[in-house]
């Protein structure tokens, strides 16, 4: 069974820094890795999907490294600004059934 | 727009009652998803159609029924309301090699009162 875990759970950081999320899981047997963002009250926005034959994926401020034989994502985001302050979730698609198993997620705060 | 569309928004109901919620994509996705996410914020799958056919039904209670009529809709009935109901439920769509990941619909955030 795929387990899917992210730390840390939360994250205060001021403006301009650089940070990394990490997201670990368990079963490298992976279809694909998915980054989303979610903001209070709303629903999820897909940020970046790294394939299982992909190292890396960037768009903007973002970049999403995969390792699957470590069975681990990072989500570096460069020079955070207070609009980057939501939850960051990962999301690992099974291969064998059509489901994805998220993380708990990492609620980032961006001071100004 | 291209998207996946839920509706409604919000849903206030009293214990006991019966409800739906309604999902569609525009995607030209053929697998749809239902996921609930709770107090805490943790998401979890329920039930996973594919061209109108299930392959997914989590450990739910049978209260909660999905109906697909096609591959563009998939609506949760959910009979018998309780308390612990209350949480907001995403529809997702994706396609069928799952090569361009997941798409979210903005969720229907459910009280049971």
């Known amino acids: 069974k795929q387990e899917v875990t992210q730390i840390p759970a939360a994250l205060s950081v001021p403006e301009g820094e650089n940070l990394v999320l990490n997201c670990s899981f368990t079963d490298s047997a992976i279809y694909n890795l998915q980054w989303f963002r979610q903001d209070p009250g709303k629903g999820l926005t897909s940020l970046l999907l790294i394939q299982s034959s992909q190292r890396e994926q960037t768009s903007g401020r973002l970049n999403a490294s995969l390792d699957k034989s470590s069975g681990r994502s990072t989500l570096y985001i460069a020079a955070s600004q207070p609009g980057d302050s939501a939850t960051y979730l990962c999301?690992?698609?099974?291969?064998?059934?059509?489901?994805?198993?998220f993380g708990d997620g990492t609620t980032l705060t961006v001071k100004p | 727009d291209t998207a996946v569309s839920q509706t409604p928004k919000y849903l206030v109901t009293q214990m006991g009652n019966d409800k739906s919620i309604k999902c569609e994509q525009n995607l030209g996705h053929d697998t749809m998803y239902w996921y609930k996410q709770d107090s805490k914020k943790f998401l979890k799958i329920m039930f996973s159609?594919?061209?109108?056919?299930?392959?997914i039904n989590e450990t739910v209670p049978n209260r909660f029924s999905p109906k697909s009529p096609d591959k563009a809709h998939l609506n949760l009935h959910i009979n018998s309301l309780e308390l612990g109901d209350s949480a907001v439920y995403f529809c997702?769509?994706?396609?069928?090699?799952?090569?361009?990941?997941?798409?979210f619909g903005s969720g229907t955030r459910l009280t049971v009162v």
């Open positions: 999301a690992v698609p099974n291969t064998n059934a059509g489901k994805s198993t």
């Open positions: 997702a769509s994706s396609a069928r090699d799952r090569d361009h990941g997941y798409t």
């Open positions: 159609y594919n061209n109108k056919e299930l392959i």
